[in-house]
């Protein structure tokens, strides 16, 4: 091996070699122009919208889809119209994006935070069936990664406990488990179309579900909580878009979450080619895992036989013990970073502390006057208070000793195989030399 290039020697990338995301095509270019050329931008009727709707609901197996302006929206209307709502407690996991949370604190909910699996960053079961209270009313698992939670553990418990089942799925467009797509297996769900996505429309997002009541509910949610009907759809006029036929009367508080046509024409045509890419990801994604197991002290996200994973982000774990490298996880984790930039590679962490580490838990002023948590008594706000300072002990040893390859705006589902085979070089050039990097790092 050569010369690692942290000491000198010649970098395996250059920057340039890393495909962008998302990747527009003459397709997506057309798609949009025709809705400008229309000139109708917007509506829940808009025909971009629903032809994306509805090509969305077939693709992950729902009988439900509505575009919303953001993945954060979709699970805040998963979580409103499932009626949860002031003083309710949501399980979710300690390690996630901070939406999964914020959808439930938006709607007077409480969070409360789970454990994860060290391993594939996935809420642990029975850290979930240790958090729960006489005030909760749902879980919301997250499928990390683009990897799905094990829903049957978590099914069973829910169905023990009386309690909903709520499926952040922004990183799993396309994901399985059991041979179902996800997002809608359970009450609903919520994907994300933000650029770093495997499905983008820049930003956006789809609630999903099969319960007509739920989808009723989400509708109205989704628009100012007005009377929607369904029978409005007939009255829609392509000529007068913005006129309806009738006045509507707000039934309940609610926001206008709709996405745009822009959006939806550009996030169809992505979905046209989402499987292709989707596949040529999980490739890549074997690829590098056969080729990093032979490497002592280096372990991939770990995957379920009943379950597949469109590799949304790939995790590698670190372990210098089993490497022979006699030094902190941290500290040798921060020196695996540089020289892996060094390298070309892209190369990131994500996230660096468990949710409930954030500040916005550890005051919980919230709204003020400690909204929501105040909305469930003096005990819940106890309850909720323990649960934020526990240590998350699993959660911290992924932060800790992980780091995603590839980053937000150079994901693997965006990469070639000259940049993948070349990133696999890169990292088992650095391993090869991990005992260099660890002298050097402890100097």
């Given at each position: 091996m050569d010369k690692l290039a942290l000491f000198g020697g010649s970098p395996l990338l250059r920057s340039e070699d890393h495909g962008r995301w998302p990747q527009v095509t003459a397709e997506d270019k057309a798609a949009v122009m025709e809705v400008l050329d229309r000139g109708l931008l917007s509506g829940m009727y808009a025909p971009a919208t629903r032809a994306f709707e509805a090509d969305f609901a077939k693709y992950v197996g729902a009988k439900h889809a509505l575009l919303t302006h953001c993945g954060t929206s979709a699970l805040q209307l998963a979580v409103a119209a499932a009626g949860i709502g002031a003083g309710d407690e949501v399980i979710v996991p300690a390690y996630t994006f901070?939406?999964?949370?914020?959808?439930?604190?938006?709607?007077?909910?409480?969070?409360?935070?789970?454990?994860?699996?060290?391993?594939?960053?996935l809420i642990d079961p029975a850290s979930v069936e240790a958090a729960i209270s006489p005030r909760t009313r749902a879980i919301m698992p997250v499928h990390v990664h683009g990897c799905p939670a094990d829903l049957n553990?978590?099914?069973?418990?829910?169905?023990?406990?009386?309690?909903?089942?709520?499926?952040?799925?922004?990183?799993?467009?396309?994901?399985?488990?059991?041979?179902?797509?996800?997002?809608?297996?359970?009450?609903?769900?919520?994907?994300?179309?933000?650029?770093?996505?495997?499905?983008?429309?820049?930003?956006?997002?789809?609630?999903?579900?099969?319960?007509?009541?739920?989808?009723?509910?989400?509708?109205?949610?989704?628009?100012?909580?007005?009377d929607v009907i369904a029978d409005d759809a007939r009255h829609f006029d392509l000529v007068r878009p913005l006129d309806g036929h009738r006045g509507l009367e707000s039934l309940r508080i609610g926001s206008m979450y709709r996405g745009n046509e822009m959006m939806a024409a550009f996030a169809r045509t992505q979905l046209a080619r989402l499987p292709e890419l989707t596949s040529r990801a999980q490739t890549h994604f074997q690829k590098m895992s056969h080729a990093l197991s032979e490497l002592p002290g280096l372990k991939m996200q770990a995957i379920g036989s009943d379950r597949t994973s469109v590799h949304h982000k790939v995790r590698l774990w670190l372990d210098p013990k089993a490497a022979g490298v006699p030094m902190s996880t941290t500290a040798f984790r921060d020196g695996f970073i540089k020289a892996l930039r060094a390298e070309g590679v892209e190369v990131?962490?994500?996230?660096?502390?468990?949710?409930?580490?954030?500040?916005?838990?550890?005051?919980?002023?919230?709204?003020?006057?400690?909204?929501?948590?105040?909305?469930?008594?003096?005990?819940?706000?106890?309850?909720?208070?323990?649960?934020?300072?526990?240590?998350?002990e699993a959660t911290r040893r992924l932060l800790d000793g992980s780091v995603i390859l590839f980053s937000q705006s150079c994901?693997?589902?965006?990469?070639?195989?000259?940049?993948?085979?070349?990133?696999?070089?890169?990292?088992q050039k650095v391993w090869h030399h991990r005992g260099d990097l660890a002298r050097a790092v402890a100097q």
């Open positions: 901070i939406a999964t949370a914020f959808a439930c604190l938006q709607e007077g909910a409480i969070p409360i935070f789970a454990d994860v699996d060290e391993y594939t960053g553990a978590l099914s069973a418990i829910a169905k023990k406990h009386n309690l909903l089942l709520l499926e952040d799925a922004a990183q799993a467009h396309g994901a399985t488990y059991q041979g179902k797509p996800v997002g809608a297996l359970f009450a609903a769900g919520g994907f994300s179309l933000q650029s770093s996505k495997n499905l983008s429309a820049g930003e956006g997002g789809v609630f999903v579900t099969n319960d007509d009541a739920i989808a009723e509910q989400a509708i109205r949610l989704r628009n100012f909580g007005q990131v962490l994500w996230q660096n502390a468990p949710v409930p580490e954030h500040a916005v838990f550890q005051k919980m002023e919230g709204f003020g006057r400690n909204s929501p948590w105040s909305a469930g008594g003096a005990e819940a706000m106890q309850f909720a208070r323990k649960n934020y300072a526990m240590k998350y994901p693997l589902i965006a990469q070639n195989e000259h940049v993948v085979g070349k990133t696999i070089q890169a990292i």
